[in-house]
């Protein structure tokens, strides 16, 4: 283990969910690892922040494939093995969703767990009932499949994929709209079910069925969970487990460069302030656009990096409302935990309209406290409102317009929620923070206050990106990524998924090298 | 299980075996024209957050009250950040061996800041501002953070009508809520209460009459002095009624303790909701100790350590700052969270009022030191 000062094996520049993850498996691994932060906290996003008399969280609305701890799913069984599960208070989530569109007036409540769901499916569409089986069915065989081909690393038997997990490979290559179709789900079943989409934030007619599916069946049948002291609970987890594995971690420590050596391998990571740490591996937990665009010194940039990294799209860009009431939730009548609020059922038509700021109304919407009612003191409730604009519509903003911008979305907000829900809020605000793509490019860099790494559409959906895992990695090597930009593309769960599996694969780097 | 999207199942299979060729060959035909270096919406959060700012002292006047008044340029950039009338800024400097640093709130308006204006009003009470007040001279630099804080006015919160209530020195941030509305930057009507000693302790008094013209509401409360157009006495609920309608307006408060003290007597008769009052926190200052002890702190900065000495009766922060070391530090009121250290080992002490940390903080030990007072020997990690 080389561990002395400003050397280390690894070096890990972000502290966002993904870099946490890949630091605790590279130490886990038995090399020494360094953990670089430009902000003065861990977690990226998975933060939160205190006014007056709240705690808010930041970002997360439930923490998806968690599971009991009887029947864990994959990321409690990932906590367990980093050893951050029981440094961490879980509660519950009562309920999958609240759906409510504008257009065509649905309100639906639905149920966790597959028959509950399917029985209120069929409650409000009558004759769903088969389609939605069948649905469930081809989930079930989709997430085996992928069981599959993470438990051999990716290097999947083409016959034993044909022979066991047929209808993941017919399905593999269509989208959500196209599966459900063929499927023949009626029209409003089909509506109903696709209300997760703005979770991954592409529409159903270019996401790819295998991402939703694997992402719906992992909801509805291990439920969500959350921590008690919001996510900055599993940051800090983090942050004290690689204090243990006897990791550093530096705060306030921008990652500038990466510096590289005559045949354009890594040789140190240089700080804002000169300061230079030698590594020869670099596991990012930021975008590509900002290794390659800024980060990586120009001798060994490559047109195949140019290329590669100009050829994807960027992912919706953040919008949230904090509000701090100072009524119950039960006062306000407030019933759900968990609201999605569209303009309209048809999430092409509706991820269109979100292109731009004006016409995006689109929100999911959490009351903590319909979750764990104790997280802000008795007679007032939490709420959070997220949007996402997919479009850099935001940066036509002017610095002195900037407030009011802010204020005009946070109202049309609880003007909407208001009209779609009954309750009556604005009167109640006692605490009010807004965070916008700024203020998301601000705590964590990312380019134009993006939220969800490259869209998942079309040819950059998730089956090539993980199929590709490997082949991604030679663009340069000694380089991975990790968090919303690398292969599992966006969201708390992907994030820890991908430094997992970044983490691990640099430890197997380190072990050849060793050899 | 009949999925069958196609008749012939051997078409999906050649188009599942297509995704990963497709998908080579879309990353080889990306552009190869240069990476962007720059991306609006980030240019915006470095204009508006630049953190840490270098300025110079470019003027400064006597004002009543023991206070003065600083004009201050920024160096590093052709101006200030637009902020939020209310705000304030952390201003540092080296004073001797110390490195120090304290919270002002901003006097100057929003759009001053756009011209490369920032003005502040200091109050001769304490070490740095003893410093600033008799010491200082234009062409000296500081370092100064960005404007921070949530003593402003919020649209979707507050009352249309917002009454200020300033006591001494407290009057500064008002200067910029008033200047700010008079510009169209905020869409409320304002009502300020000034209560100073008599005449001759009111600050800013030209600019503010000048302000009254333009649509401030503002009524001086003069304790010791009987004059004509001047209110006598304190700001009390009586004298707030024959202005205002306590119940339908939002709060400013910005003073000394004494004032904070006196006013929730004043207003708890309306029993007002929380949220329509809002003080300005104070800093954090020494404890009132016959015979503080000294401990040992051992602060660690990334892979730096060093020992210094930590007195019972001030906070970790001063500590820190006596021994030179560059902590970071905004609002010293517990509430901002740029002090955010780990506790390493060690016991120390906060006010429950002042403890503005995250509740994970607490359970993983974590400490704000601008509001901590050490209890015992102490190791803590810096960021």
Same mark, same amino acid.
């Given at each position: 283990m080389e561990k002395r000062r400003n050397k280390y094996d690894v070096v890990v520049i972000g502290a966002g969910n993904g870099g946490l993850t890949a630091a605790i498996r590279v130490l886990q691994g038995g090399f020494s690892c360094l953990l670089l932060e430009k902000h003065n906290l861990p977690g990226g996003f998975a933060t939160s922040f205190v006014r007056g008399r709240f705690e808010f969280e930041a970002s997360l609305h439930e923490l998806n494939d968690f599971g009991s701890p009887q029947e864990p799913g994959d990321i409690r069984t990932l906590f367990r093995e980093l050893g951050v599960e029981n440094k961490i208070d879980w509660i519950r989530i009562p309920e999958a969703y609240h759906l409510i569109t504008t257009d065509k007036q649905y309100d639906c409540e639905m149920p966790f767990g597959i028959d509950a769901y399917i029985e209120k499916m069929e409650q409000y569409v009558p004759g769903s009932r088969k389609s939605m089986t069948e649905f469930f069915e081809l989930c079930n065989e989709v997430r085996d499949?992928? +069981?599959?081909?993470?438990?051999?690393?990716?290097? +999947?038997?083409?016959?034993?994929?044909?022979?066991?997990?047929?209808?993941?490979?017919?399905?593999?290559?269509?989208?959500?709209?196209?599966?459900?179709? &063929?499927?023949?789900?009626?029209?409003?079943?089909?509506?109903?079910?696709? &209300?997760?989409?703005?979770?991954?934030?592409?529409?159903?007619?270019?996401?790819?069925?295998?991402?939703?599916?694997?992402?719906v069946i992992r909801y509805i049948t291990r439920d969500a969970w959350m921590p008690k002291m919001r996510s900055h609970e599993i940051s800090l987890a983090m942050d004290e487990r690689i204090r243990e594995l006897g990791g550093d971690i530096w705060y306030n420590s921008q990652a500038e460069k990466i510096l590289t050596d005559e045949q354009n391998r890594i040789r140190a990571v240089q700080l804002a302030d000169g300061t230079e740490i030698e590594t020869h591996h670099v596991i990012a937990n930021c975008s590509p656009h900002l290794v390659f665009g800024k980060m990586l010194e120009k001798k060994s940039l490559t047109e195949q990096m140019i290329r590669a990294t100009n050829a994807r799209t960027f992912a919706g860009r953040g919008f949230t409302l904090f509000l701090g009431l100072n009524k119950s939730a039960q006062e306000l009548g407030i019933k759900s935990h968990n609201y999605f609020i569209y303009d +309209?059922?048809?999430?092409?038509?509706?991820?269109?309209?979100?292109?731009?700021?004006?016409?995006?109304?689109?929100?999911?919407?959490?009351?903590?406290?319909?979750?764990?009612p104790e997280c802000s003191p008795p007679g007032t409730c939490m709420m959070y409102f997220t949007t996402m604009f997919m479009s850099d519509d935001w940066g036509n903003i002017s610095q002195t317009d900037y407030f009011k911008a802010k204020d005009r979305v946070a109202e049309d907000m609880i003007r909407v929620f208001e009209r779609e829900t009954g309750c009556k809020i604005r009167d109640s605000i006692e605490e009010i923070c807004v965070a916008s793509p700024t203020t998301y490019a601000r705590y964590c860099g990312h380019p134009q206050g993006v939220i969800y790494g490259y869209e998942t559409a079309d040819w950059d959906s998730l089956m090539p990106r993980m199929m590709m895992m490997k082949e991604d990695a030679k663009l340069f090597p000694g380089l991975r990524f990790a968090g919303g930009y690398a292969m599992r593309s966006s969201g708390y769960s992907s994030a820890y998924v991908s430094g997992d599996l970044s983490g691990r694969q640099t430890v197997g780097d380190l072990k050849a090298e060793v050899k | 299980m009949k999925f069958k999207k196609q008749i012939f199942g051997f078409m999906d299979m050649l188009r599942f075996k297509k995704l990963v060729p497709n998908r080579r060959k879309a990353l080889a035909e990306g552009a190869d024209t240069p990476l962007p270096t720059e991306y609006r919406?980030?240019?915006?959060?470095?204009?508006?957050?630049?953190?840490?700012?270098?300025?110079?002292?470019?003027?400064?006047?006597?004002?009543?009250?023991?206070?003065?008044?600083?004009?201050?340029?920024?160096?590093?950039?052709?101006?200030?950040?637009?902020?939020?009338?209310?705000?304030?800024?952390?201003?540092?400097?080296?004073?001797?061996? @110390?490195?120090?640093?304290?919270?002002?709130?901003?006097?100057? @308006?929003?759009? /001053?800041?756009?011209?490369?204006?920032?003005?502040?009003?200091? /109050?001769?009470?304490?070490?740095? @501002?003893?410093?600033?007040?008799?010491?200082? *001279?234009?062409?000296?630099?500081?370092?100064?953070?960005?404007?921070?804080? /949530?003593?402003?006015?919020?649209?979707?919160? $507050?009352?249309?009508?917002?009454?200020?209530?300033?006591?001494?020195?407290?009057?500064?941030?008002?200067?910029?809520?008033?200047?700010?509305?008079?510009?169209?930057?905020?869409?409320?009507?304002?009502?300020?209460?000034?209560?100073?000693?008599?005449?001759?302790?009111?600050?800013?008094?030209?600019?503010?009459?000048?302000?009254?013209?333009?649509?401030?509401?503002?009524?001086?409360?003069?304790? $010791?002095?009987?004059?004509?157009?001047? /209110?006598?006495?304190?700001?009390?609920?009586?004298?707030?009624?024959?202005?205002?309608?306590?119940?339908?307006?939002?709060?400013?408060?910005?003073?000394?303790?004494?004032?904070?003290?006196?006013?929730?007597?004043?207003?708890?008769?309306?029993?007002?909701?929380?949220?329509?009052?809002?003080?300005?926190?104070?800093?954090?200052?020494?404890?009132?100790?016959?015979?503080?002890?000294?401990?040992?702190?051992?602060?660690?900065v990334r892979d730096?350590?060093?020992?210094?000495?930590?007195?019972?009766?001030?906070?970790?922060?001063?500590?820190?700052?006596?021994?030179?070391?560059?902590?970071?530090? *905004?609002?010293?009121?517990?509430?901002?969270?740029?002090c955010h250290s780990k506790l390493l080992h060690g016991d120390f002490f906060v006010e429950p009022e002042r403890d503005g940390r995250r509740e994970a903080d607490r359970k993983f030990g974590f400490l704000h030191p601008c509001v901590s007072y050490p209890q015992s020997d102490m190791e803590i990690e810096i960021p």
């Open positions: 499949a992928q +069981t599959y081909s993470n438990s051999v690393n990716g290097n +999947t038997d083409a016959e034993y994929m044909k022979k066991n997990f047929p209808n993941f490979i017919k399905a593999g290559s269509y989208s959500v709209n196209e599966v459900l179709d &063929a499927l023949k789900m009626p029209k409003k079943a089909q509506d109903i079910l696709n &209300a997760y989409w703005c979770y991954l934030g592409v529409d159903c007619d270019r996401m790819s069925f295998l991402h939703y599916g694997s992402m +309209t059922a048809d999430s092409v038509k509706q991820y269109d309209l979100m292109r731009r700021v004006e016409t995006n109304h689109v929100q999911a919407t959490v009351c903590l406290n319909n979750a764990y | 919406v980030n240019q915006m959060a470095d204009a508006l957050h630049p953190g840490r700012m270098q300025v110079e002292l470019v003027s400064a006047r006597p004002l009543p009250g023991n206070m003065r008044e600083l004009v201050f340029k920024r160096l590093d950039a052709p101006a200030f950040p637009f902020f939020r009338a209310g705000q304030y800024v952390s201003l540092q400097s080296a004073v001797g061996n @110390s490195l120090v640093s304290r919270p002002y709130s901003i006097v100057s @308006s929003p759009r /001053e800041a756009l011209e490369n204006r920032l003005v502040l009003g200091v /109050e001769d009470a304490g070490f740095f @501002s003893g410093h600033l007040v008799k010491d200082a *001279k234009p062409g000296d630099r500081f370092r100064m953070t960005e404007p921070s804080g /949530e003593f402003h006015y919020e649209t979707l919160r $507050d009352s249309g009508e917002i009454v200020c209530l300033a006591g001494g020195s407290g009057i500064t941030p008002f200067l910029s809520m008033a200047k700010s509305m008079v510009e169209g930057d905020e869409p409320y009507k304002m009502t300020l209460f000034y209560g100073a000693r008599d005449l001759a302790h009111i600050a800013f008094k030209e600019e503010l009459d000048a302000l009254a013209e333009k649509g401030l509401r503002l009524i001086y409360v003069l304790s $010791d002095e009987q004059r004509d157009g001047y /209110e006598h006495g304190f700001i009390t609920a009586g004298l707030l009624e024959k202005y205002i309608d306590p119940h339908s307006v939002t709060f400013f408060l910005c003073g000394p303790q004494a004032m904070y003290d006196f006013l929730e007597k004043e207003l708890a008769q309306y029993q007002l909701p929380r949220k329509a009052v809002r003080r300005d926190p104070a800093c954090c200052g020494n404890r009132e100790m016959e015979a503080p002890k000294t401990f040992q702190l051992t602060v660690h730096k350590v060093s020992v210094i000495e930590a007195h019972e009766n001030e906070t970790v922060l001063t500590a820190l700052e006596r021994a030179g070391i560059d902590a970071p530090n *905004k609002c010293r009121a517990g509430g901002c969270g740029y």
